[in-house]
Nanobody
Framework: QVQLVESGGGLVQAGGSLRLSCVAS????????MGWFRQAPGKEREFVAA????????YYADSVKGRFTISRDNAKNTVYLQMNSLKPEDTAVYYC?????????????????????WGQGTQVTVSS
């Protein structure tokens, strides 16, 4: 089993910044992806950003590209989401997720259905 614990959410004014953290513990994988997703009330869970742990390759949703940055700290087993220039439409519960990859590769990093483990979520509210 893998445990994922997010932190760093809160209330911020439009144009402000927040940094989310997600600490992973438990089972280890030789190859995996860490992703951030978000879900606003009444909407489906949507992809925000992902990082392949071994290569450091990053992926972003078009809606956050240029404003959000995903990064990792191998020693701390932690993935971060730096969110700048926040907009009211960024308001949502943000979830950290982990996909264990096989020797043949990883599944679609943008699909929430390909992730095996999820955190409990952290609320981000951006006021106008």
């Amino acid at each position: 089993q893998v445990q994922l614990v997010e932190s760093g959410g809160g209330l911020v004014q439009a144009g402000g910044s927040l940094r989310l953290s997600c600490v992973a513990s438990g089972r280890t994988f030789s190859s995996y992806v860490m992703g951030w997703f978000r879900q606003a009330p009444g909407k489906e869970r949507e992809f925000v950003a992902a990082i392949k742990w071994s290569s450091g390759s990053t992926y972003y949703a078009d809606s956050v590209k240029g404003r959000f940055t995903i990064s990792r700290d191998n020693a701390k087993n932690t993935v971060y989401l730096q969110m700048n220039s926040l907009k009211p439409e960024d308001t949502a519960v943000y979830y950290c997720a982990l996909q264990g990859c096989s020797a043949y590769g990883c599944y679609d990093v943008r699909s929430p259905n390909t992730y095996d483990y999820w955190g409990q979520g952290t609320q981000v509210t951006v006021s106008s």
